[in-house]
């Protein structure tokens, strides 16, 4: 880390006693994704930058923005998916609780625009496809300009904000990655008698919500994050 990112790190700290925060630098990171040091991102996070808007409530989610993936190699970037077909994506606004979690059965690629924090969490952490402790996560840190490639399948959901401004992040995955299901696919999905079934929310979406995150429960995701709905205190502007 830069001495910006490692003074905004220890006030992090400082502010929350009592909540382990880890650097995304930290061997501890391995163990869910590895960082993309020779990708340059500069000109996507000055672009995610001027045109996407920072909510003051909540959190705003975008599948496929085309004025960022206009100035990308997105063949490039599908060399990460295994040649998969790409979008990017980004998830703005303000949040500073855990919520629950989603995976994907595919990489994901996140982009720190401003600072942000992200709870982490093994897919071993979740039990028979229907609990999951909130104790399990893992919260780091990831100083703009961070570019991360998250592991299939590991937990996860819309980062926390690190000031009370809130933050900005650009989120690639497959595409078609968090669309709608189709018709067809809600009716498979309520006739399966797999376990995992009712966790599909959206397209490569598996989600598991804590059960004070209505926004999630009203949208059908299983309640079943249990234990405190962990949160963190952003510094002051």
């Known amino acids: 880390m830069n001495t910006d990112a490692q003074a905004t790190f220890t006030a992090l700290q400082t502010i929350n006693k009592g909540l382990s925060i880890y650097s995304v630098e930290d061997p501890r990171f391995a163990s869910y994704g590895r960082l ?3 990708f340059d991102a500069a000109k996507l996070v000055a672009l995610a930058d001027e045109v996407t808007p920072l909510p003051t409530e909540g959190t705003q989610y975008v599948t496929s923005e085309a004025r960022l993936e206009a100035i990308t190699d997105l ?3 599908s060399l990460f998916f295994g040649g998969e077909a790409v979008q990017i994506g980004w998830c703005n606004g303000q949040n500073s609780t855990i919520n629950g979690a989603e995976y994907h ?4 690629l996140f982009i720190a625009v401003t600072d942000c924090l992200q709870f982490l ?3 071993s952490a979740l039990k028979e496809f229907s609990s999951l402790s909130s104790s399990e996560a ?3 840190f990831f100083p703009k300009g961070t570019v991360a490639l998250v592991d299939p399948n590991v937990l996860h959901l819309a980062p926390c904000s690190v000031h009370e401004s809130g933050f900005r992040s650009l989120i690639i995955l497959p595409l078609g990655t968090n669309e709608e299901l189709g018709e067809a696919d809600i009716a498979k999905k309520r006739a399966s008698s797999d376990r995992e079934a ?3 929310l959206k397209r490569n979406k598996w989600v598991i919500a804590h059960p004070e995150r209505i926004q999630l429960t009203r949208q059908g995701a299983l309640a079943g994050m249990t234990g405190e709905n962990r949160r963190v205190t952003p510094l002051p502007v």
């Open 36 to 38: 993309l040091d020779s």
């Open 75 to 77: 063949k490039e970037l």
């Open 105 to 108: 059965k595919s990489p994901e």
């Open 121 to 123: 969490t093994p897919y």
């Open 138 to 140: 893992e919260l780091f």
């Open 198 to 200: 009712p966790l599909l």
